[in-house]
């Protein structure tokens, strides 16, 4: 029989007198950065007169701030190989796959040029010749929280933590990725955690990332 539990009062049956760290405001306290931070809203500019729905996107108005958004990251069962001491050889693994719906994330997005540099003997300086954009560098921002001050999020954790161990290309769902920048899949290149002293139902996370798209051969 499923019961509803009034506000402060614990489902085991114990009295909570106490405020909990909640996802939009630990990740707000967390960045101590608030006077940059601004809630994503997607500025969709028509195309001409084109009544069919369509928008054009300026997505360079959002490189470089850092916005307060929803994001989802998905990675689903993959193959690896792994040593095996006993057989003195690799073998195949499946790894299991994860997903994880992180609340309230900030997330900056930054974006470089691929050049090339020549240097000419006798000659000062380097010819620099542009090739392409470079992958999106995004770095994400936030908190995992349990709605509990003694409870630890573990399995939101273990989530966090099979996303970032990831051997293959992670999946993400955001609405300014996505739409935005046309990033729908990122390789995470760093990661770090923290915890707020007196804080036990809160984990602090920092993740950077580059944006991946598959790459099509023509044959």
């Known amino acids: 029989m499923e019961k509803n539990y009034e506000m402060g009062q614990h489902p085991k049956g114990r009295d909570i007198n106490y405020n909990i760290i909640t996802v939009d405001t630990a990740a707000m ?9 601004k809630t994503y809203q997607l500025n969709r500019t028509p195309k001409g007169d084109d009544m069919s729905g369509k ?74 010749e542009y090739i392409c954009d470079g992958d999106y560098q995004i770095s994400f921002q ?16 273990k989530s966090l933590q099979a996303i970032r161990k990831a051997a293959v290309p ?14 729908y899949n990122i390789v995470v290149t760093d990661f770090g955690t923290s915890q707020q002293e007196g804080v036990i139902n809160a984990m602090y996370f920092t993740m950077d ?11």
């Not at 993400?172 to 920048?181: G, Y």
């Not at 580059?210 to 790459?215: F, G, R």
């Open 55 to 128: 928008y054009d996107i300026d997505a360079s108005q959002y490189l470089g701030q850092l916005i307060q958004t929803d994001v989802t990251l998905t990675v689903d069962d993959y193959q690896t190989e792994e040593f095996d001491r006993n057989t003195n050889s690799y073998r195949k693994v499946t790894i299991q796959g994860s997903t994880i719906q992180l609340k309230a994330v900030l997330v900056d997005v930054s974006i470089s040029k691929e050049i090339v540099t020549t240097t000419i003997a006798g000659q000062s300086g380097t010819i620099k």
């Open 142 to 157: 936030g908190v995992i929280a349990a709605d509990y001050k003694k409870e630890y999020p573990l399995e939101d954790v």
């Open 209 to 219: 990332a580059l944006s991946d798209s598959p790459l099509e051969l023509k044959i």
């Open 170 to 183: 992670v999946a993400v769902t955001s609405e300014l990725l996505n739409n935005v920048f046309g990033v």
């Open 29 to 37: 306290v967390a960045s101590n950065i608030l006077s940059r931070v």
